[in-house]
């Protein structure tokens, strides 16, 4: 049993950064791939960006390129999302998501314990 915890997220203006980060209890979190979703009012969630067990593979979707990075510290059970250049449709509840999948699943069916996820609103 994993459980997850986001934290990091809040109001910023477009433009500006957020860091979220999501604590992982147990000893087994470098045993997971991990990944970042969110949901937008009234939107389907969707798949954000994901990491290998490592870290050394990162995935994140088209759209986001280059605004997002993922990393995680597995001495820290945490793995976190940088967020720049922020826009107001990023707007969303983020969560994250651990995946026994390998190495860097995309799909919602991959995961396996998720968190309650973190606000994040960007006005404009």
């Known amino acids: 049993q994993v459980q997850l915890v986001e934290s990091g997220g809040g109001l910023v203006q477009a433009g500006g950064s957020l860091r979220l980060s999501c604590a992982a209890s147990?000893?087994?979190?470098?045993?997971?791939?991990m990944g970042w979703f969110r949901q937008a009012p009234g939107k389907e969630r969707e798949f954000v960006s994901a990491v290998s067990q490592s870290g050394g593979t990162k995935t994140y979707v088209d759209t986001l390129k280059g605004r997002f990075t993922i990393s995680r510290d597995n001495a820290k059970n945490t793995v976190y999302l940088q967020m720049n250049s922020l826009k107001p449709e990023d707007t969303a509840v983020y969560s994250c998501?651990?995946?026994?999948?390998?190495?860097?699943?995309?799909?919602?069916?991959?995961?396996?314990?998720w968190g309650r996820g973190t606000q994040v609103t960007v006005s404009s």
């Open positions: 147990g000893r087994t979190f470098s045993t997971y791939a």
């Open positions: 998501a651990a995946s026994p999948r390998s190495p860097t699943p995309t799909g919602e069916a991959d995961y396996v314990y």
